[in-house]
């Protein structure tokens, strides 16, 4: 069956600039997680869905980023005022109880 | 606040032999994760962990869980080339935390011919 899918796969902008990244989770699954890899920082949870309520945002870096999730199925994750630091890879995983599958990630390059 | 460290962070080996990569955490557990990843993609589940004493095997890797000393870790038995990847640690914690995952660094494994 089909897995996770995210998109763009790839993303290239100027600092400053608002993105997009948006991830569709695998058919009825309720839960959905953000994380972001980078080579400083290693993997770092974002976000956390259960449904289309997010009872746990505490990995988001700033109020430049935000999330949200419609339908219990597509998420979007949005990134305001882009800087440099956001250069990464940004996976999105779904899951049906505990074990998560992953995305293939959006790879982030801010100019 | 839960941490999670592997070692070694880089591991090159040999073809046939055996190694073992080491994934420490500082808090109680709910479950423990390993992961796959090669360049330039995704994270492939290799194995869950659930209980104190528990082993799993696939192929030429086996991963065991010491809930009591917070130790994890994954063994390579005669190495191949293919096993060339990164290898992760996760843990959920649990709790309020359902589901999610805190990571180790990543360990970087080359096998060589």
């Known amino acids: 069956g089909a897995g996770v899918s995210q998109s763009p796969s790839n993303k290239v902008t100027e600092k400053g600039k608002d993105v997009e990244l948006r991830c569709d989770p695998i058919s009825g699954h309720t839960a959905l997680y953000w994380y972001r890899q980078s ?6 949870f974002l976000i956390y869905f259960q449904g289309n309520s997010a009872p746990d945002k505490s990995g ?33 995983a779904s899951s049906p109880t505990r074990a ?12 | 606040e839960l941490k999670v460290e592997q070692n070694p962070l880089f591991l090159s080996m040999q073809e046939g032999k055996n190694y073992t990569i080491y994934c420490n955490y500082s808090t109680t557990s709910d479950r423990l994760y390993w992961y796959r990843q090669d360049p330039g993609k995704s994270l492939e589940s290799l194995f869950v962990l659930l209980s104190n004493g528990a082993v799993k ?25 293919d096993l060339s990847a990164t290898y992760f640690c996760a843990v959920d914690a649990g709790g309020t935390s359902y589901g999610k995952l805190t990571f180790g660094q990543g360990t970087i494994l080359t096998v060589h011919p």
Not at chain 2, 59 to 80: F, P, Q, Y
């Open chain 1, 100 to 111: 998560q599958y992953f995305g293939p990630g959006t790879r982030l390059t801010v100019l």
């Open chain 2, 57 to 81: 095997q696939e192929g030429r890797l086996m991963a065991s869980l010491d809930t009591k000393a917070r130790l994890s870790t994954l063994h390579i038995t005669a190495a191949v080339h």
């Open chain 1, 39 to 44: 080579l400083g920082q290693g993997l770092e």
């Open chain 1, 60 to 92: 988001l870096p700033s109020d430049r980023f935000s999330a949200e999730r419609t339908g219990g199925s597509v998420s979007t994750l949005t990134i305001q005022r882009t800087q440099q630091e956001d250069s990464a890879v940004y996976l999105c």
